[in-house]
Nanobody
Framework: QVLLVESGGGLVQAGGSLRLSCAAS????????MGWFRQAPGKERELVAG????????YYADSVKGRFTISRDNAKNTMYLQMNSLKPEDTAVYYC????????????????WGQGTQVTVSS
């Protein structure tokens, strides 16, 4: 069992930056691949970025490549999402999730979810 808690969301102007954090407790954090998802009103939840157990491999959705950076600190049981050059279309609830799969990219491959944090980007 893993408990995930996101923080760092908020309201920011277009072009600004935010850093999301996901704190994990429970079983060994380093045994899970991790991901950041987002869900905007009326849209499906989508994978924004993923990171392998060691942090050596990362994945980004095309819409955020070059703007977002995912990272993790296994010693602190924490994952991060640095979001730069934010756009209004980045507005969504952002969720962190943990997976026992090696390189999960589908929502159904993630076993544990946080409660979400709202990110709102104004134009």
């Amino acid at each position: 069992q893993v408990l995930l808690v996101e923080s760092g969301g908020g309201l920011v102007q277009a072009g600004g930056s935010l850093r999301l954090s996901c704190a994990a407790s429970g079983r060994s954090f380093s045994s899970y691949a991790m991901g950041w998802f987002r869900q905007a009103p009326g849209k499906e939840r989508e994978l924004v970025a993923g990171i392998s157990r060691s942090g050596g491999s990362t994945y980004y959705a095309d819409s955020v490549k070059g703007r977002f950076t995912i990272s993790r600190d296994n010693a602190k049981n924490t994952m991060y999402l640095q979001m730069n050059s934010l756009k209004p279309e980045d507005t969504a609830v952002y969720y962190c999730a943990a997976s026992t799969s090696l390189y999960p990219q589908r929502t159904t491959q993630y076993n544990y979810w946080g409660q979400g944090t709202q990110v709102t980007v104004s134009s």
